[in-house]
């Protein structure tokens, strides 16, 4: 069983940033060569969308086409977390942000899940 809590969600303004994290306790997916961490978000109306992957080694990061340049993703094996930090926020970043843990096979596939925590960000 993998536990995912994401912390560091908020209201903020336009231009603002956040960092998110999220801390992964117990077991880890294996093999521990396609062992990948990543944020998705929701916004309301809207389809799940996958913001950033890194896998566990951090030689192979993600980023969706809305957020490159803008959000980075990083892992601290060490801690068992991982970050997403979100800079130059815009009001289309509202969303429910979903840290999960998950395989590479093709592309990554998210298996474990987190509860979410609210990003708002104020226009």
């Known amino acids: 069983q993998v536990l995912l809590q994401e912390s560091g969600g908020g209201l903020v303004q336009a231009g603002a940033s956040l960092r998110l994290s999220c801390i992964s306790s117990?077991?880890?997916?294996?093999?521990?060569?396609?062992?990948?961490m990543g944020w998705f978000r929701q916004a309301p109306g809207k389809a799940r969308e996958h913001v950033a992957s890194?896998?566990?080694?951090?030689?192979?990061?993600y980023y969706a086409d809305s957020v490159k340049g803008r959000f980075t993703i990083a892992r601290d094996g060490a801690k068992n977390t991982v970050s997403l930090q979100m800079n130059s926020l815009k009001a289309e970043d509202t969303a429910v942000y979903y840290c999960?843990?998950?395989?590479?096979?093709?592309?990554?596939?998210?298996?474990?899940w987190g509860q979410g925590t609210q990003v708002t960000v104020s226009s």
């Open positions: 999960n843990q998950g395989i590479y096979i093709s592309s990554y596939v998210p298996v474990y």
């Open positions: 117990g077991d880890r997916l294996r093999p521990a060569r396609r062992l990948g």
């Open positions: 890194i896998t566990w080694d951090d030689s192979n990061l």
